[in-house]
């Protein structure tokens, strides 16, 4: 399988990769970065579940309108199967007791017959005692008090459908006691309740441009991939994906990085979703609140530090070892994340128009740290296992802390600020980018002080407010990273080295590129023309990775990634903007924000 061919599905808990096959091939319960349930993604030997017809079939697949619902059509010469695929997010009530888990499967046959094959194989670790089947509850897994169970209409085996036949599959995954989940006419009520409930939430969204699919797409992807529990947004929720196949570029990405702040509270707040920016902005609170002042780079979806990064002796990805548990990065000092966190903050805090007293005290003393700290040399966005150097993203980041601390502080909204402290080191830091990251022969903005390479992540100094896009500079810096990171139609490496180490194109810088332009650092037509070559790299689904191969198209490293989509919406919303900007030149009457 490639990595384009999985879409996912999932309940605000966990989530599952789903192949065009038929075959679950990753799920990992009873949260992202728990150890998998099915691994097949990563070894073939791993365990999956498969339902699908016994001979060869035409496969499509879509998610149901404004849902995490997937429907799969297999047409076969003999007839058609449609399979749908979801974990239950809508709970009976006053029904008795419910699975912490249910994964639910439901095909039929809706053309001539289809004999299907209907397998399930759950990881090594699940299944040292060989399953055996029970009157009431089926097939049963255990290891301690932790129980997996299928129940089906149909056995394990193949079966023949016949135009009109129905059946559902429930796998559950309790703590405890089994709990029984009834099947037919119950099973249909679960899934239609569920995809009322994700109809539901499409529905609140605010925006109404012309990209509606795409940003909702994204924004569904970005919802499965937030832990409802504490409001924590991971990654992506897979481990291990390849940035370069059959090398060791493979990470574990099943946690939260604070890098992502920024963008993804923007992304919540201008979509209308105000209460899952809410319950985010409090996880970071809380989580950085645990490590105050210094910050972790990686945190789980409970606030704490991931587990040690550890190697598994599975076979890998199209063969791209090691596969790994954990991630090592969480030790490095990464300054950029100050930035983020007070940036993502002041978004909520424009909205809400207050912070309690706890939170306003975390932000004074992250903007002490950055006053005694901005100068070190640090590891950066990237997070390479390399040198620390003097990066420019980084001392952006800090000057981007000081300045929303001090509006903080100017609305009213934080309190006991030293301004003038705050002040004095904002515009130190302003000196110190402005001279020692400015290359004037080549005419950009450099990576790092002291080297000359380049670094699509300065795209972002117009984002953040520290230039104007339409600034000399940007406009000079934009056309040299066009001229040496440039790889494909919309696509970008990040940096130089990664034509040099063979990684992908990083899909987000595709979308940075975009928000450059619709800001003013080109013309609304450019920016509309890069976003569209950069989507065209999504799957069939919608669904994007971190990285695209330049060569093949296709994609690289984890899937689907939270950061792409999140760029998505974000290039989307400046197009949005920019489209208004034009309105409100040509036809002042017309300038309506939606």
Same mark, same amino acid.
């Given at each position: ?30 949260? $992202? ?13 791993? &365990? ?120 559902? $599959? ?106 899952? @920016? ?24 409970? &606030? ?12 890998? $990805? ?53 006053? @005694? ?74 990576? @790092? ?146």
């Amino acid at each position: 399988m490639r990595i384009n061919d999985y879409a996912l599905i999932g309940d605000g808990r966990s989530a599952a990769l789903v192949s065009l096959a038929g075959s679950i091939d990753w799920l990992c319960w009873p949260r $992202f970065d728990s150890p998998p349930i099915f691994g097949a993604l990563l070894d073939r030997n791993a &365990g999956s579940w498969r339902i699908a017809p016994v001979d060869h079939a035409r496969v499509t697949r879509h998610y149901l309108d404004d849902t995490n619902v997937l429907e799969t059509r297999f047409e076969t010469e003999r007839g058609m199967l449609v399979l749908v695929d979801l974990m239950t997010v809508a709970r009976e009530e006053d029904k008795g007791l419910v699975p912490d888990h249910e994964l639910l499967r439901h095909v039929r046959c809706e053309r001539g017959e289809v004999d299907i094959a209907i397998s399930i194989d759950p990881c090594p670790a699940l299944t040292a005692v060989q399953p055996k089947p029970h009157r009431t509850l089926g097939l049963r897994w255990q290891t301690g008090s932790r129980l997996l169970t299928l129940r089906g209409d149909l056995p394990v085996g193949t079966a023949r459908l016949r135009t009109g036949d129905t059946a559902s $599959f429930s796998l559950t995954f309790d703590e405890g006691p089994a709990v029984l989940t009834p099947l037919g006419d119950h099973a249909r009520a679960r899934i239609a309740r569920s995809v009322a409930w994700w109809q539901a939430w499409a529905g609140r969204a605010s925006y109404v441009g012309s990209d509606r699919d795409r940003v909702m797409r994204s924004a569904l992807a970005i919802k499965l991939m937030g832990f409802a529990p504490s409001g924590a947004i991971i990654a992506a929720p897979t481990t291990s994906l390849p940035e370069r196949i059959g090398a060791g570029m493979n990470w574990d990405y099943r946690y939260c990085w604070l890098r992502d702040a920024s963008f993804t509270a923007r992304a919540l707040l201008s979509l209308g979703y105000v209460d899952e @920016a809410a319950a985010f902005c409090s996880w970071l609170v809380h989580a950085t609140r645990l490590t105050s002042p210094e910050l972790d780079v990686i945190y789980n979806v409970y &606030g704490n530090k991931p587990p040690a990064e550890r190697e598994l002796a599975l076979a890998g $990805f199209a063969g791209s070892r090691p596969v790994r548990f954990g991630n090592a990065a969480t030790t490095q000092l990464q300054l950029d994340m100050y930035g983020e966190v007070i940036d993502a903050v002041s978004q909520l805090a424009q909205v809400t128009g207050e912070l309690d007293l706890d939170t306003q005290r975390l932000l004074r003393d992250f903007g002490d740290y950055v006053c @005694a700290h901005w100068q070190l040399a640090d590891k950066g966005i990237w997070e390479p296992r390399g040198p620390a150097e003097c990066r420019t993203h980084s001392r952006v980041l800090c000057w981007v802390a000081l300045d929303r601390l001090l509006d903080l502080c100017e609305r009213g909204i934080v309190e006991r600020v030293d301004v003038d402290k705050l002040a004095e080191h904002r515009d130190a830091i302003r000196r110190d980018v402005e001279i020692n990251a400015w290359d004037p022969e080549l005419g950009c903005y450099l990576s @790092a002080y002291g080297n000359r390479d380049l670094d699509a992540n300065v795209l972002l100094m117009s984002w953040y407010g520290f230039h104007p896009a339409s600034s000399p500079r940007m406009r000079s810096t934009y056309e040299r990273i066009c001229q040496r990171l440039g790889c494909g139609p919309g696509l970008f490496y990040r940096y130089d080295d990664s034509k040099l180490s063979g990684e992908g194109a990083f899909w987000i810088c595709s979308f940075w590129a975009v928000e450059h332009l619709a800001m003013g650092g080109g013309t609304r037509r450019e920016a509309r023309r890069l976003f569209d070559a950069a989507c065209r790299y999504a799957n069939d689904v919608g669904l994007m990775a971190e990285e695209v191969d330049p060569l093949t198209r296709e994609p690289l490293g984890n899937f689907p990634q939270a950061y792409t989509h999140v760029g998505l919406i974000s290039a989307a919303l400046s197009l949005e903007e920019a489209g208004r900007s034009v309105t409100a030149q040509r036809n002042p009457e017309k300038a309506v924000r939606p």
